[in-house]
């Protein structure tokens, strides 16, 4: 199993520009998250889905779009960057079924996004 | 609403000491409390987690926690810490049924030589 990867690992964008960070996950699990992080902030969480086709806004969504029309993939789309979208972006998958929210959540290794 | 209250923002402690890293919750309901690390420039890796059952829970690499409900708190703990312990650690909280995970806002842990 790969587990949780991400893509790009860096990436440096200007001011107004879009672009779509990729998360996949192969262990099938039902639920999927975004997560920023920055300095003394801790993570935050930005936008989940506890399954194909249900997503949900987390406590900082405002600036992001997700959708999730498999199970595998959950895209992060950032439609407009801004300098405050400066941070380190972590995807994370965990089962969610059956009152299963008691398992732990795989993160993958984030990706740095620069906006100028 | 669910949170997490990481107090200190650095840790710092000699080698071979022991080590405790704070951390208070607070949630409605049963609580399940996760310890995670992260060491520079990687993703979260989980050290341990807290469903039900006995108050001491063990984990990766010699850690362990203590879940107290009366003063809602589950500190990280270790005997005897090491140089390679040092990374920023991140106390997270969820309760039953379709919530997220909640993170603290971590602690820097540095074990000097």
């Known amino acids: 199993n790969a587990g949780v990867t991400q893509t790009p690992k860096f990436q440096v964008l200007k001011t107004g520009q879009s672009m779509t960070l990729q998360c996949a996950q192969d262990m099938n699990h039902e639920y999927m998250s975004w997560y920023r992080q920055d300095p003394g902030m801790g993570l935050r969480l930005i936008h989940y889905s506890v399954g194909a086709g249900i997503t949900d806004q987390g406590e900082v969504p405002n600036g992001y779009n997700v959708s999730r029309s498999t199970t595998e993939d959950f895209p992060l789309r950032l439609l407009s960057a801004a300098p405050s979208q400066t941070s380190v972006y972590f995807c994370?998958?965990?089962?969610?079924?059956?009152?299963?929210?008691?398992?732990?959540?795989?993160f993958g290794p984030g990706t740095r996004l620069t906006v100028l | 609403a669910q949170s997490v209250a990481q107090p200190e923002d650095q840790v710092n402690v000699a080698e071979g000491n022991p080590l405790t890293v704070k951390c208070t919750y607070s949630?409605?309901?049963?609580?399940?409390l996760f310890w995670y690390v992260q060491y520079p420039n990687r993703g979260l890796q989980f050290l341990l987690k807290y469903i039900t059952g006995d108050n001491l829970v063990k984990g990766s690499y010699g850690f362990e926690a203590e879940f107290n409900k009366s003063q809602t708190s589950f500190h990280l703990k270790k005997p005897s810490a090491l140089v390679s312990d040092s990374a920023l650690y991140f106390c997270?909280?969820?309760?039953?049924?379709?919530?997220?995970?909640?993170f603290g806002k971590g602690t820097r842990l540095s074990v000097i030589a």
């Open positions: 949630v409605s309901g049963n609580p399940y």
């Open positions: 994370a998958s965990s089962y969610r079924g059956g009152g299963r929210t008691t398992d732990t959540q795989y």
């Open positions: 997270a909280v969820r309760h039953y049924g379709n919530t997220p995970l909640v």
